[in-house]
């Protein structure tokens, strides 16, 4: 059984600053890529932000240069850190990550329940 659990989803205004974190825990041999997604009101869940076990990144181009995402392998931890947020990175941002949970087992996708964000204007 593999969990992901999030936090840091609030409330803040336009201009403002969030940090996401989400933590895996359970049967995990290892974790290959780590992400955000986000779905909004009405619209199909899209890809914030990708970081793979070696530290390589990929963003949404509506993100880029504003949010920064970051792992912590030894705590199984993915970040996610939002600067200069607009109205419209009002979502609910689930974390997403791809789990070997025995050494010659095969990978899984995990998701986790998601957390709000809202940018007020």
């Known amino acids: 059984q593999v969990q992901l659990v999030e936090s840091g989803g609030g409330l803040v205004q336009a201009g403002g600053s969030l940090r996401l974190s989400c933590a895996a825990s359970?049967?995990?041999?290892?974790?290959?890529?780590m992400g955000w997604y986000r779905q909004a009101p009405g619209k199909q869940r899209e890809l914030v932000a990708v970081?793979?076990?070696?530290?390589?990144?990929n963003y949404a181009d509506s993100v880029q240069g504003r949010f920064t995402i970051s792992r912590d392998n030894a705590k199984n931890t993915v970040y996610l850190r939002m600067n200069s947020l607009k109205p419209e990175d009002t979502a609910v941002y689930y974390c997403?990550?791809?789990?070997?949970?025995?050494?010659?087992?095969?990978?899984?996708?995990?998701w986790g329940q998601g957390t709000q964000v809202t940018v007020s204007s």
């Open positions: 997403n990550a791809r789990i070997i949970s025995t050494k010659w087992g095969p990978s899984y996708n995990y």
């Open positions: 359970g049967s995990i041999f290892s974790i290959n890529a």
């Open positions: 970081v793979t076990t070696g530290g390589d990144t």
